[in-house]
């Protein structure tokens, strides 16, 4: 029985060692899996994280693309605005210049209203040379005013306008 046992015991050993080595390869299976895994896992990981950061550097291209369009507008804007301003300040000073020159034909009309009655001149005469005169005056000034919005140059009286 001796033997028996000793049979018994060897067979049991060598089952045992079989069965621990069949575990390890398992346990080595497994780990070599888990290692896959984590490996494709990382790899998706910087998939992911690449495709991010090209998503992000397109949006600054595009974010950087509208602010100088953006840019470029509110330049161009600045410029109308400054030529917008300088026209007006041409216009209010030929406006001033204006409303001096009616204020001075307004003076001779009074003058030769003064006049008239002293000596005794023909109102309607008097009044056809007035407006004679104030359409030339007008003649003068569009035609001043013609030349300033061709030539872009400030508006200016000259004595030749204003003929008595």
Do not use: W
């Amino acid at each position: 029985m001796a033997s028996s046992s000793g049979i018994t015991t060897s067979a049991s050993l060598q089952n045992t060692d079989l069965y621990e080595e069949h575990l390890q390869q398992l346990l080595d299976q497994r780990k070599s899996k888990r290692k896959i895994s984590n490996r494709e896992s990382a790899r998706r990981s910087r998939v992911r994280k690449q495709k991010h950061l090209d998503d992000l550097m397109a949006q600054l291209a595009q974010l950087r693309k509208a602010n100088n369009q953006l840019v470029t507008i509110m330049n161009v804007t600045t410029q109308h605005l400054l030529n917008v301003e300088a026209e007006n300040s041409v216009l209010k000073a030929q406006m001033a210049e204006l409303d001096r020159r009616l204020e001075s034909l307004n003076e001779m009309i009074g003058f030769l209203d003064i006049e008239n009655e002293g000596f005794g001149i023909d109102d309607e005469l008097c009044y056809n040379a007035v407006h004679d005169s104030a359409d030339l005056f007008m003649l003068n000034v569009n035609s001043s005013m013609s030349y300033m919005y061709t030539n872009q140059l400030p508006f200016m009286a000259s004595a030749d306008m204003l003929q008595y």
